[in-house]
């Protein structure tokens, strides 16, 4: 039975979208019935929570935090902190690890460079998905429904002139950040900055965290995107491999 119940939450976590139960139990090879059993466990202990709508499952802020806790142990962090370290040597600028926290990015790791002017954000921070470089190439693995689902009703909160705070901008930018491979905040979230953000995927080549440098725009554009982009996917390839390495 356990496993089964481990089965279940393995295939509502990798999901990009709630599941029916019709789904659950014919991916895991269940009965319906059983299913239905072992899903209203897993809700009831507060694992997994219903949609809006109530026919799905997805996972709740309990699983998440799970998640987190895991990818902050200290054997999986040293390693991850390290190379971020040789990032941050090699680019000159901050660096941070940040994952997908519902409807927000969370800056779980960070490396300061020791440039004079940077920009100071507290490791748990948790920032828009609009309008920073992380929220905008997490949503750009989401479908519209999806990406419509986790921002809501427009317009945008703004934070500056040049934040996006519409769909129709908004989809553009993310269709551009697929066919790029990487993201761009200038000065959308904080005037004067910029982040440059690649992500950070699972066997299903699904983003999971992404890494991202940011530092004063006059800075930045000293050097041309490529300066930075190459390093950071380097990066993110080496935090892949520290986490497969680790079973995560």
Do not use: W
Request: aromatic share 6%; glycine share 6%.
């Amino acid at each position: 039975m356990a496993e089964k119940v481990l089965l279940i939450l393995e295939t509502i976590a990798q999901s990009e979208f709630p599941l029916t139960l019709e789904a659950i139990s014919t991916s895991n090879g269940l009965a319906k019935p059983t299913a239905f059993r072992l899903l209203n466990t897993l809700v009831a202990q507060g694992f997994i929570e219903r949609d809006p709508n109530g026919r799905r499952f997805q996972p709740s802020a309990k699983l998440r935090l799970i998640g987190i806790n895991i990818l902050s142990v200290d054997s999986i962090r040293s390693q991850r902190v390290a190379v971020m370290r040789r990032l941050v040597e090699e680019i000159g600028e901050t660096c941070n690890f940040n994952i997908l926290d519902g409807n927000k990015v969370m800056y779980l790791d960070r490396v300061e460079t020791s440039a004079p002017i940077r920009l100071h954000i507290d490791v748990g921070t948790r920032v828009p998905l609009h309008c920073t470089a992380s929220g905008k190439l997490f949503l750009s693995g989401m479908t519209d429904l999806q990406v419509r689902s986790s921002l809501g009703n427009e317009p945008f909160q703004r934070h500056t002139q040049k934040t996006l705070t519409s769909y129709e901008g908004l989809f553009r930018e993310l269709e551009k950040i697929r066919i790029d491979g990487y993201a761009l905040d200038e000065s959308e979230f904080l005037d004067g900055f910029i982040g440059i953000a690649v992500p950070i995927t699972n066997l299903k080549n699904k983003t999971f965290a992404t890494i991202t440098a940011h530092g004063p725009a006059p800075r930045i554009q000293l050097n041309p995107i490529d300066f930075y982009v190459a390093p950071l996917k380097q990066a993110a390839d080496d935090i892949q491999n520290t986490l497969s390495e680790s079973n995560v």
